[in-house]
């Protein structure tokens, strides 16, 4: 091991308590990554491992972390894109359930009970709560961020600020 | 929770002690997630966690778990594909390290010391061993799969014969 900065160390938050703060470091770390990069899968992956370390050093019990983007070979539907955390649904059509629901609306769904939530896909049976992200590019939704929770309430406004404000990035930083 | 069997339990192995059997199971698994999908993005997302789970099942400290493809703006390097674990390098040369090493030669890598390998590149300096499995399409490599271990020796003989009918059918059922 040598002194250099590995990129893995971008995956560490250290014993940070503050939610904003552990946050918003994913947000400019997320920045510093991408610098001259704009290939999405790419920059997914990088995006969906931030987010899952900065959760779990915060010992929210974060189970799926990870994005669906437009399924280029059929537009009314979600496909499963980069991800950390168990095996995944493969597509959600946009209308159903709430990543399709943030699709539709252009709106970012703060579910703190999953199981109140009017035709929510269960691709986890485990997950309580969810917090799910449009991406939105010139008018257009190009994905979602998606980040499920083993117990209820496990996202409040700050995370919804937060996130939005990493997805803005994302969607300014990716080809789509 | 029902009866129903959610995606996510395909990442349970249970208490399975048997490597061999593990990895048949991933191997299988993915054969009956990929049924009528073909994008490789959602395909590879789910083969990581796939890939991840079993490891850590059988008590394989694996710390990363993944793809590279070859870059569609630069055919000379790889690019970071979906995967499981830490923030990781974004691209590889080709013929540089172990992942460019295995896309070069079309063979497997199977690294007991990743320190002794000359020119590898540390995406994270915890690395000890490594295996990268090429996937190889048409006669050309499309990318490779590529699994990290704290340890030393953390894959044998086993893993490459298991690993590489993995990608057999990984480059068989994606579009590349």
């Not at 992956?45 to 915060?58: E, I």
């Not at 974060?62 to 070979?73: E, H, L, S, T």
């Not at 209820?152 to 700050?158: H, I, K, S, T």
């Amino acid at each position: 091991m040598t002194d250099e900065k590995h990129h893995a160390d971008y995956s560490s938050f250290g014993n940070a308590t503050d939610k904003k703060e552990v946050l918003q470091q994913v947000v400019d770390s997320y920045e510093a990554l991408v610098y001259e990069q704009s290939n999405w899968v790419c920059n997914l992956g990088n995006a969906s491992s931030l987010v899952w370390h900065a959760y779990h050093s915060l010992k929210v019990p974060v189970n799926w972390a990870g994005f669906y983007v437009v399924d280029p070979k059929d537009p009314s539907q979600l496909i499963l894109a980069p991800f950390q955390g168990k095996v995944a649904c493969q597509t959600i059509k946009i209308g159903k359930g709430v990543c399709g629901t943030a699709a539709e609306k252009l709106e970012t769904q703060l579910v703190r009970d999953v199981n109140k939530f009017p035709g929510h896909i269960a691709c986890d049976g485990e997950t309580n709560s969810e917090i799910v992200v449009p991406i939105v590019f010139e008018g257009k939704v190009r994905g979602v961020l998606d980040i499920d929770c083993l117990v209820l309430n496990g996202f409040d406004e700050d995370d919804q600020k937060l996130l939005e404000a990493l997805v803005e990035k994302i969607s300014a930083t990716c080809e789509w």
